[in-house]
């Protein structure tokens, strides 16, 4: 069964960085994309951006364009979202998602992490 | 940018049908997703592709998608389905959430 384990809770400074980790296992990790998406505590969903397991090419959503950086590593299976400059408004879950795309007419997310708790607090 | 937009909130009774709307412009010509989220879970797919279910979704939900607004319907609700539902689409290089709509089954 496809699964998708994200590393624990984190709490940052403002102005500081987060690195999350998202392991994928029981299906073939180049198949398929991966997507992140955050959730605001009593907020809707926000995807942060795709990032392609075959070739590493991303597309970051243009709020955060020039914060955050996702990246995989083929050999663990593993995906990575960074975020840069953390504020307050930064303070969600955050969870990583197996992307199902043509990579012209769709993207959606078939399962998803556990997520990760990143709390930006002096 | 691209906007999708959803109720924030539908109330239905047990046994009940169940509508959730998401409009937005020209939505028909797009495929929409619908995404179910429980308290403190992370979200599941519910519909893909306008009108599929993945496996291990009940029967009772299905979508469909036309002009300006996609629907996922529930019909005969219960209690279980008493959630967060999301519907998304992909539009110029972006993925596109609607606000959410929480279902309330009283």
């Known amino acids: 069964q496809v699964q998708l384990v994200q590393s624990g809770a984190e709490v940052k400074k403002p102005g500081a960085s987060v690195k999350v980790s998202c392991k994928a296992s029981?299906?073939?990790?180049?198949?398929?994309?991966v997507s992140w998406v955050r959730q605001a505590p009593g907020q809707g969903l926000e995807w942060m951006g795709w990032?392609?397991?075959?070739?590493?090419?991303?597309i970051y959503a243009q709020s955060l364009q020039g914060r955050v950086t996702m990246t995989t590593d083929t050999s663990t299976r593993t995906a990575y979202m960074e975020l840069r400059s953390l504020t307050s408004d930064d303070t969600a879950v955050y969870y990583c998602?197996?992307?199902?795309?043509?990579?012209?007419?769709?993207?959606?997310?078939?399962?998803w992490g556990q997520g990760t708790l990143v709390t930006v607090s002096s | 940018s691209y906007e999708l937009t959803q109720p924030p909130s539908v109330s239905v009774s047990p046994g009940q049908t169940a509508s959730i709307p998401c409009s937005g412009d020209e939505l028909g010509n797009k495929y929409v997703f619908w995404y179910q989220q429980k308290p403190g879970q992370s979200p599941v797919l519910a519909i893909y592709q306008d009108t599929k279910r993945p496996s291990g979704i009940p029967e009772r939900f299905s979508g469909s998608n036309s002009g300006n607004t996609a629907t996922l319907t529930i019909s005969g609700t219960q209690a279980m389905d008493e959630a967060d539902y999301y519907c998304q689409a992909w539009d110029t290089n972006s993925v596109v959430v609607g606000g959410g709509t929480k279902l309330t089954v009283l």
């Open positions: 998602a197996r992307d199902r795309s043509d990579l012209a007419t769709y993207h959606y997310f078939d399962y």
């Open positions: 990032i392609s397991t075959q070739n590493g090419n991303t």
């Open positions: 029981y299906y073939t990790f180049t198949s398929y994309g």
